[in-house]
């Protein structure tokens, strides 16, 4: 990892893309963790894809089929570079339409303030759940059919996230669509 890390310092970059194996089989105790690390150590947004998803993009032609976007929202981290990654990410591709989505888990009374993007074609939605937050995210990105999912990350928060990992990390491990995963501390690429 300390190489990737390296090269990216001498070879400035926006995105990282990465694919990751999301079964625990796969991943292992004793196997060595790349992505994640390589994610948190540069500070750059980083795409990961999971090796049993196909993604958004076709293998076979290059088109692009993104239509369900979930971005995940609590007070801390801020949730605008996420949607401000998705809004960019769906001019760049110029998508005709589809759907953002915004999860809060927790107490209502905590919900983020939301100001959406004008994005023609597009509709964006604000959903509230209770319950762990993980299973909730994972849940909803399964129920929605969800193409992407654009996270914002900012570290361990407290003692047992640093031992158990991050809610993004843990979404991470068991994620069924492609995270788009945005630094708080950085600026938002792609454009």
Known sequence: MASCVEFLER??????????????????????????????????MTLF???EVE?????????VSLRQILIPIVPKPRHHRALDAARRLIESLALAS???TLLHVGDPAETPSVTFPELPGWTCELLRKDGDPVQQILQTARDLRADLMVMTTDGPDHFLEGLRGTTSE????????PILNIPAGTGVGMG
């Open 11 to 44: 070879h400035p970059a926006d995105l990282i893309v990465l694919a990751i194996h999301t079964d625990p089989v796969a991943r292992g105790w004793l196997r060595r963790q790349v992505g994640a690390p390589l994610a948190k150590h540069s500070g750059l």
């Open 49 to 51: 894809i999971p090796h």
């Open 55 to 63: 993604g958004f993009v076709s293998r076979s032609d290059g088109s």
């Open 98 to 100: 589809g759907r953002i």
């Open 170 to 177: 843990r979404v991470l491990h068991h994620t069924p669509c």
